[in-house]
């Protein structure tokens, strides 16, 4: 985009030069203006470049939105009857693993995990 522009902007300058030494034939000495190089590239091309991107930047940006919705879906585990549910309470000293435990059979089974300080308020 930002080259896009700096073509624009040599365009633009290009023309207000063009058009300065049609009324002006002469530079200040008197003298024939020295040969004015055109722009690589015309204001048709710049704006179908810049539509181009513009096109392709929504593309993108609906891709990505579609991706981050996918990653947010939740998967519901699924259900089971009341006889076969089991609830773990892991017990055990510090630094012994309880929690890696806990977060790999919650993950393993999809099932919450309930750490006992968030249902019981100690203070």
């Known amino acids: 985009m930002v080259e896009n522009d700096q073509d624009e902007e040599k365009i633009l300058e ?7 030494r049609e009324e002006n ?4 000495n008197g003298e024939d203006w020295p ?3 055109e722009p690589e590239k015309t204001q048709e ?4 470049n810049r539509n181009n991107l513009t096109t392709l930047k929504g593309d ?3 891709k990505l939105a ?14 089971l009857k009341e006889e ?17 435990a806990a977060n790999f059979l919650a993950q ?16």
């Open 66 to 79: 579609e991706m981050l919705t996918d990653q947010l879906e939740v998967k519901m585990p699924p259900a």
């Open 108 to 123: 393993e089974h999809q099932r919450c995990l309930i750490r006992l300080d968030q249902i019981v308020d100690f203070w």
């Open 84 to 100: 076969k549910k089991l609830n773990v309470i892991l017990i055990g000293p510090e630094a012994s693993g309880r929690t890696t």
């Open 60 to 62: 993108l940006e609906a």
């Open 45 to 48: 091309e710049i704006s179908e």
């Open 14 to 20: 290009y023309m207000r030069t063009k058009e300065h």
């Open 25 to 28: 034939p002469k530079d200040e």
């Open 35 to 37: 040969e004015l190089v």
